[in-house]
Structure formats: C-alpha cells, structure tokens
C-alpha cells in the first residue's frame, strides 16, 4: 500500500494545532494543523529531510528521528509502533497456503469453551475457526467462507447496522485494526484486494479508511442485538497463537450469572435442540 507512511505523517500533523506545541498561529494557512517545515523545526531535522521522508523517500530512518516525529505529532503507543513499522516496511515471500489453518489443538482449546463464544481471526481479520456457541452467536458455520470477514460483514452486510447498537464505534474500531494490521503486510495482494473492495462498495469504510486511524483491539465490550437471545454485553480478550503470531484468538467473555450469560446458554442449548 504504497503512500501509507506520506498518507499518516499528514493526517496526523493534520490534528496538531499550532498553539498546542508553542507556535503563534497568525496567518492563513491553507491545511488544518502544522505545516511540514513546522514539524521538521520541532523534530530537530531538515525540512528536506522530512518532505523526502513524506514522500516516502527517506531511506534508512533512524530511530530518533521517528520517536522525535512521534513526539512533535502526539503520537501514543499504537500509532508510533505504526509509524516506525510503515517506515521500514519488511518485504516478505508468499504466504504458504496453510497458514491460514488453524491447528488441530487450536480447534480442540475452542471447542472446550463451551460457556463462552471463541473464534479465531488471521491478519485480515477473516474468522479462521469457532466453537459451538460463537456459532449460534454469529452463524459463521451457515455463512460462505469469504463473508466470514469481519470488515466485510460490518460495512457490506445490511443486517449489521441492527445487530450492532454501538455500529459506528464497531466500524471505527474494524478499520483501525485492519490498517495496523496492513502496516505489517505491504506486500499483502489480498489484504489490498479486500481494502479496494471495501473502499469501492462502502462510503464509510472509505471515509474512515482515509482518516489513518491505527488501533489494536486487545480487549473491550462489544453489545449485539441477536435476533433470539436479546441485546448481549460481551467483554472480550484476544490471545495470539504462538505458533502464528498473526492468528488471534478472541474470547467473549460475560461475567458467570449476568443476564448476557444466562442468555448465552439459553442460546446454546437452542442451538444444541437444533443440531
């Protein structure tokens, strides 16, 4: 995704406010937020030096040089790994076929939750594997295999405004995981391929991919609306697989005896009753 590291340098000098760094803010500026010889005089290089680095073409960035950046431009944890990771992105052969498997032991630990909705994603964020009850809960064993991808589903699939109550924060969150995760994959032709479709057949995905928002989605609460169980309050945690760093188990996980885990049984054993 060529035009990554230019794309977020500019949205985030975008967001600073001159004032906010110690500039006087006279004059007219054309652009919200710093201009690029600002930045580069509060980093401590040339501007130079940093129109090239925009442009993606400074090659060999040191460390320091990116943590100043990251200073001047506010950056928090997720967003200065981020910069560093599109910065020098790592080139990598072709994915092997069978990465996108989840291991047998894998499947053996989901289907061991039996009280609680588990699944695992790839890089992509395509769902690779379930249990039972993750299941009931999202249908995933009666969907096709390329809609089990969860930007996809979120912003293509009509049904998920309803089944999200919080459906802008869950699209936000989506499209900020999805491009961390395509900052560790530039060379990634399906990653590419889904970001296309996704800008082409969605106008708020485009919006809110353009925005370069970055964030890891390491736990949280996420409410669904499911059409037999009720409105459900779901924390959840993610795992990675230490075997592929780039599968991620995520576990919903309702405290023993709230009303979301009363309905969660009532859902598996509608679901068992089924089967």
Excluded at 78 to 90: F, K, N, S
Excluded at 185 to 196: I, K, N, Q, S, T
Aim: charged content about 30%; overall charge neutral; some cysteine.
């Amino acid at each position: 995704m060529d035009g990554d590291l230019g794309d977020f340098l500019r949205s985030r000098r975008g967001r600073i406010r001159p004032e906010e760094v110690g500039l006087p803010s006279y004059g007219r500026r054309r652009v919200p937020g710093l201009r690029r010889e600002e930045v580069a005089q509060l980093a401590g290089v040339s501007v130079d030096y940093y129109v090239r680095l925009e442009q993606g073409r400074g090659q060999r960035v040191s460390d320091s040089v990116l943590d100043a950046i990251a200073r001047v431009l506010r950056l928090d944890e997720t967003e200065h790994t981020y910069l560093r990771t599109v910065a020098r992105p790592r080139r990598r052969g072709p994915r092997r076929p069978e990465a996108a498997r989840v291991r047998p032991g894998v499947q053996t630990l989901l289907d061991s939750m039996d009280r609680t909705p588990a699944f695992v994603i790839g890089p992509r964020m395509d769902v690779l594997a379930w249990n039972s009850l993750a299941d009931a809960l999202n249908g995933y064993g009666d969907t096709a295999p390329e809609d089990r991808n969860i930007p996809r589903h979120v912003f293509l699939d009509p049904a998920a405004h309803d089944l999200y109550p919080d459906w802008p924060g869950i699209a936000a969150q989506a499209v900020a995981h999805l491009r961390l995760n395509a900052g560790h994959r530039p060379d990634d032709p399906e990653l590419d391929a889904l970001v296309g479709e996704l800008c082409g057949r969605s106008e708020d995905f485009r919006r809110l991919w353009v925005d370069h928002d970055v964030q890891a989605c390491m736990a949280g609460t996420k409410r669904i609306d499911h059409p037999l169980a009720g409105l459900l309050s779901l924390p959840f945690e993610t795992l990675t697989v230490p075997t592929d760093p780039e599968q991620t188990v995520v576990v919903y996980t309702p405290q023993r005896g709230s009303e979301t885990a009363e309905r969660l049984a009532m859902l598996g054993s509608w679901a068992a009753t089924a089967r």
